[in-house]
T-cell receptor
Framework: AQSVAQPEDQVNVAEGNPLTVKCTYS??????LFWYVQYPNRGLQFLLK??????LVKGSYGFEAEFNKSQTSFHLKKPSALVSDSALYFC??????????????FGTGTLLAVQP | ETGVTQTPRHLVMGMTNKKSLKCEQH?????MYWYKQSAKKPLELMFV???????ENNSVPSRFSPECPNSSHLFLHLHTLQPEDSALYLC?????????????FGSGTRLTVV
């Protein structure tokens, strides 16, 4: 069965410092992995994805994520946080071979709070 | 704009009212989804439609009634709701299966039941 875990409900970081939001996953085959961001009273916005290729993927707003197959992780990172990065972040996964379970499975979300 | 439009953005309704939420996409997607997002709770998948056919209903109470007349439109009909149904209702669409592009979400409808 597919699953995804975001172990931290909230991450606090000072502006200008690097940030990491953690995500681990479980799929039976190869994963398709996604990060989404949600600002208050808005829908989820696509940030970046890993399908295949380089383990380090770059996305919108200076974010990047590293796919680590051995650790089944896909942590979201940014070298220097901005106050405007404060939002709710969701990791999502699906099995590349889909079939009956071709939905995206979402994590519970991590609230990122960047202090000025 | 993401290409998925939800109306209305905000809705306040009494427990005896009947109202409908609307979702529209013109991205050429053939799967559409309703999610409920309550404060401090995970996203809850409510319904899934593929090619206008309902393929998933996650034990949603009958006071929520979905309708998908075509692949571009999705409705959620509401009647005799409870205060605990107050939440942000999100619509999403995707290719079937989602493939390389995941889901595209609308901005949501903030529902308050009084």
């Amino acid at each position: 069965a597919q699953s995804v875990a975001q172990p931290e409900d909230q991450v606090n970081v000072a502006e200008g410092n690097p940030l990491t939001v953690k995500c681990t996953y479980s799929v039976s085959g190869n994963p398709y992995l996604f990060w989404y961001v949600q600002y208050p009273n808005r829908g989820l916005q696509f940030l970046l994805k890993y399908i295949t290729g380089d383990n380090l993927v770059k996305g919108s707003y200076g974010f990047e994520a590293e796919f680590n197959k051995s650790q089944t992780s896909f942590h979201l990172k940014k070298p220097s946080a901005l106050v405007s990065d404060s939002a709710l972040y969701f990791c999502a996964v699906r099995d590349a071979y889909g079939g009956a379970t071709n939905k995206l499975i979402f994590g519970t979300g991590t609230l990122l709070a960047v202090q000025p | 704009e993401t290409g998925v439009t939800q109306t209305p953005r905000h809705l306040v309704m009494g427990m005896t009212n009947k109202k409908s939420l609307k979702c529209e996409q013109h991205l050429g997607h053939n799967a559409m989804y309703w999610y409920k997002q309550s404060a401090k709770k995970p996203l809850e998948l409510m319904f899934v439609y593929n090619f206008k056919e309902q393929t998933e209903n996650n034990s949603v109470p009958s006071r929520f009634s979905p309708e998908c007349p075509n692949s571009s439109h999705l409705f959620l009909h509401l009647h005799t709701l409870q205060p605990e149904d107050s939440a942000l209702y999100l619509c999403a669409s995707s290719q079937d299966p989602p493939g390389h592009y995941g889901y595209t979400f609308g901005s949501g409808t903030r529902l308050t039941v009084v």
